[in-house]
Structure formats: C-alpha cells, structure tokens
C-alpha cells in the first residue's frame, strides 16, 4: 500500500481533459510538503512534469498543471493527446517516515 | 548527467550494488541531494534512499536495516548496497538528483537488477 493514493488508471478522448487525484494525510500533503508529479514511459526513466504543485519545468506543454488543497493534490492533462498515454506518479516527503514517498501511480489511456 | 552500473543478476541472500556516476555538475552541491528510487515490474515507484554531501542519509523504513547509500564525491559518483536481497528486490533500479531533497530531478536511465534463487 502506497503512503499516498492514486486511482490505478483514467483515460479520455483525445481533445479531453482528464483528472488525477493524490491522497495524503496530515503527514505529507497536508503537513504541507509540496507535491511533484512524474510521467514515466516504459522503458525510459520518469519525467518531471510538476514540481512544487503547480509549476512546470522547462519544456513541459502548458496542458499539464497541478493543485494541491488540504490533504489531495490532482494533476490535469487538458488537450489529451495520443503522446500522453503512460503511467503518472505523484511524490511528496511525509515526515512520519522521514523521507520520499510516491503515489501507486494511474495509467492513462487514451482512447 | 546520471548513470547507473553495476550487475545485472544478484544472487539470493547476496548483496546488491550499485554506482551512480554523475557528470556536467557538482556532487558536492549544498542544494542536491543524491538518491535511490525503484521500481519492481508491474509495480510503482519505491523511494529506497538518500544521501547529503556532508555524508547525512535517510532510507525508507522498510529497508533500513539493509541498506546503505554512500557518496565518494572525489569520483563524482555515489552507491546503493542493499544486503540479502531476495526475488522482492527484482526492479529497474534508477539514480536521481532532488533539489534540497523535494523532487527528483534528474534521473538517471535506469538499471535492471534481476535475483536469481
């Protein structure tokens, strides 16, 4: 069991926009640490696509954003495309355990 | 700038390990912090552990007592060794840089770590 949790997959249209949730506690999210988001392809290494809630790094299109309110955070795809289908993961640091922790992760297909 | 090497098949009981060489940057940074992230197939994302350049580490509660990540800033690279591993360690293992120890970035391409019985 993941310290946060991730519905295991979403999917939508292509043109959509889709939803991700991450669910913390008190300990993490809503401690708060901030909260990043990681799009990972098989075979390649995970992409940082959200740092610190809502930012994006270089290079990231501005469809993706993030938000974080109380104990959740939730990552948005808007303009789905085709190239955004793989496994996104969300990671906080949560004080119980002293360290990182990441979301189980959700799958997301496109239609 | 990060990549991981080391064996590709680890025997039972037998310890895991391996380096991160990190290059176009500094691994004495006060800003980065150096880390070990996991991911076991068909499974997610599994932080492992972390080191600070003055030699401070913080490891997941679920491997503390079997690993250790170390630094040897003189090389540039530092290591993970995890001891008596066994099927469950089997993961694509990845290296990663995180910014005051937030988030993971950059990563490394990853290292396929296979325990054989």
């Known amino acids: 069991q993941s310290v946060l949790t991730q519905p295991p997959s979403v999917s939508g249209a292509p043109g959509q926009r889709v939803t991700i949730s991450c669910t913390g506690s008190?300990?993490?999210?809503?401690?708060?640490?901030?909260v990043h988001w990681y799009q990972h392809l098989p075979g390649t290494a995970p992409k940082l696509l959200i740092y610190?809630?809502?930012n994006r790094p270089s290079g990231v299109p501005d469809r993706f954003s993030g938000s974080r309110s109380g104990t959740s955070a939730s990552l948005a795809i808007s303009g789905l495309q085709a190239e955004d289908e793989a496994d996104y993961y969300c990671q906080s640091y949560d004080s119980g355990l002293s360290g990182s922790v990441f979301g189980g992760g959700t799958k997301v297909t496109v239609l | 700038r990060l990549k991981e090497s080391g064996p590709g098949l680890v025997k039972a009981s037998e310890t895991l390990s391996l380096i991160c060489t990190v290059s176009g940057g500094s691994i004495d940074s006060d800003a980065y912090y150096w880390g070990w992230v996991r991911q076991p197939p068909g499974k997610g994302l599994e932080w492992i552990g972390t080191v600070f350049h003055d030699g401070s580490t913080y490891y997941n509660p679920s491997l503390n007592s079997r690993v250790t990540v170390s630094l040897d800033t003189s090389r540039t690279e530092f290591s993970l060794k995890l001891r008596s591993v066994t099927a469950a360690d089997t993961a694509v293992y990845y290296c990663?840089?995180?910014?005051?120890?937030?988030?993971?970035?950059?990563w490394g391409q990853g290292s396929l770590v296979t325990v054989s019985s």
């Open positions: 990663a840089g995180s910014l005051n120890f937030n988030y993971f970035n950059p």
């Open positions: 610190d809630n809502n």
């Open positions: 008190s300990s993490n999210i809503g401690a708060p640490y901030d």
